[in-house]
């Protein structure tokens, strides 16, 4: 069997918020919630990243986050999925023309699904789950 | 080359790990049916080490490289051992040996002294602290966990052999052992590491505790030696109290296990010493007192 069907069949979640609005981070916990249960699909959230092999990017990335993110990049094991999600994190959203010099997460680590909406829906984070299973298994 | 076939295939690694991972689907899928949730496949513990198993292991900068990379095997390795002394006595009753029950008590205690040592080894402030955590842990249980086994010892005559214990009518039908028992649910609980005893790996605390720093493989033997202790220990206890085993005793402990932990919030360290030292302890004295006056 292909290593990334596996990995597809069990995500590990990690959640980086950079100075999000908190909008973002309260729906990531609404789809593990009885209504969309992603445990359904073996994603789970974990606290390290050495355990994780998907990061969920939320919030406006600014400069003094980036350093971090790369570096937890860097650390974690791979392979990695990189997930944007919300607008502010896959395009800078509303805070595009703040003065904290906001940079999208594309710009500093290679995304490979991105979640729109400001705050995404479940749904819509469902939909992103299912984007990465599918681009992991090399389906699109 | 019969003792390798024990330790590798049945009862040893295979067998143990088999059961383990059905009973880690159990916890899962029982513990979503209590939150209303549907729960994972059946196969999930399963994709899980396969995965970990494909992955990059990362090793600190400064970790010690030895203790770091030899402990998770040293904690699947010992975990194994007991499960193949327990289920030999269950199994073989002629290829096991007299006095397995306390080989058995002391290799349980292998398990939280390699986690201990893997968190003190792995560089990270938040490992350190699951370290420490750990061995007050095991202070607080380790006491009462005696105490039953002495009960009994006491209750069966001087036995310490597995299989003569489990021949001899069910320590559970008599006031001490009864308390014993009950004790034991208590030490099974915080020995697997699960609510209200996880303080030693906190999710919400400390993130992982001692696990932290472990990625792919290495933290692939932890989950497998977590795997058989789960299949092994409500095996052991239900071996020496409940007069031996079968699938509904086995379940039955499991579901008490699972109910517990979603019942329950997590204790603070303080808490758990507390618990253990003077409500447990004195409690597992009078069940040793019973049992000496014969009760
Ligand atoms: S995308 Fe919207 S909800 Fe999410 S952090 Fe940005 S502003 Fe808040």
Redesign the interface.
């Known amino acids: 069997m292909n290593k990334l069907k596996i990995l597809s069949k069990s995500i590990w979640v990690f959640h980086f918020a950079s100075a999000a609005c908190n909008n973002c981070d309260i729906e990531i916990l609404d789809v593990l919630t009885p209504r969309f249960d992603v445990e359904r699909f073996g994603v789970k959230l974990v606290g390290s990243i050495k355990h994780a092999d998907a990061m969920l990017v939320s919030g406006m990335m600014n400069r003094k986050g980036a350093e971090f993110l790369k570096d937890l990049y860097d650390q974690a094991p791979k392979p990695l999925a990189v997930i944007a999600f919300g607008s502010c994190a896959s395009s800078m959203g509303m805070f595009k023309v703040s003065y904290n010099r906001v940079i999208p997460v594309d710009e500093i680590i290679p995304v490979t699904a991105y979640i729109p909406g400001c705050p995404p829906r479940p749904e819509a984070i469902i939909d992103g789950v299912v984007k990465v299973v599918k681009k992991l298994r090399g389906e699109i | 080359m019969k003792t390798i076939f024990y330790f590798l295939v049945f009862p040893g690694f295979l067998f143990a790990l088999i059961v383990g991972m059905v009973a880690s689907y159990i916890e899962?899928k029982v513990t979503?049916r209590v939150?209303?949730?549907?729960?994972?496949?059946i196969l999930?513990p399963w994709?899980?080490l396969?995965?970990l198993f494909?992955?990059?292991?990362?090793v600190p900068e400064n970790a010690h490289l030895l203790t770091f990379l030899a402990t998770p095997v040293l904690f699947m390795v010992s975990a194994t051992l007991v499960a193949m002394y327990a289920g030999m006595a269950f199994f073989f009753p002629d290829a096991a040996f007299q006095g397995d029950l306390i080989v058995i008590v002391y290799l349980l205690t292998i398990p939280p002294i390699c986690l201990i040592l893997a968190g003190a080894a792995s560089a990270n402030p938040l490992a350190s602290l699951g370290a420490s955590r750990e061995i007050k842990l095991v202070l607080s249980y380790e006491l009462v966990f005696w105490m039953t086994i002495a009960v009994i010892w006491v209750k069966t005559g001087g036995e310490l052999s597995l299989v003569n214990i489990m021949n001899k009518p069910p320590v559970m039908y008599s006031y001490s052992g009864g308390i014993a028992s009950v004790l034991a649910l208590f030490v099974m609980q915080a020995k697997l590491g699960r609510v209200p005893f996880d303080i030693a790996e906190a999710?919400?605390e400390i993130?992982?505790g001692a696990?932290?720093?472990?990625?792919?493989p290495l933290?692939g033997f932890f989950k497998m030696g977590q795997y058989i202790l789960l299949a092994t220990l409500p095996f052991f206890i239900s071996s020496i109290f409940w007069g031996g085993v079968n699938v509904f005793k086995y379940v039955a402990l499991l579901v008490i296990v699972i109910l517990v932990e979603n019942t329950n919030p997590r204790l603070k360290v303080k808490q758990c010493l507390k618990l253990f030292w003077f409500i447990l302890f004195p409690l597992s004295l009078v069940a040793l007192i019973l049992a000496v006056v014969g009760l």
């Open positions: 899962r979503a939150q209303w949730r549907v729960g994972p496949p999930q994709y899980d396969l995965k494909t992955k990059e292991s990362v999710e919400t993130m992982a696990y932290i720093e472990y990625s792919g933290l």
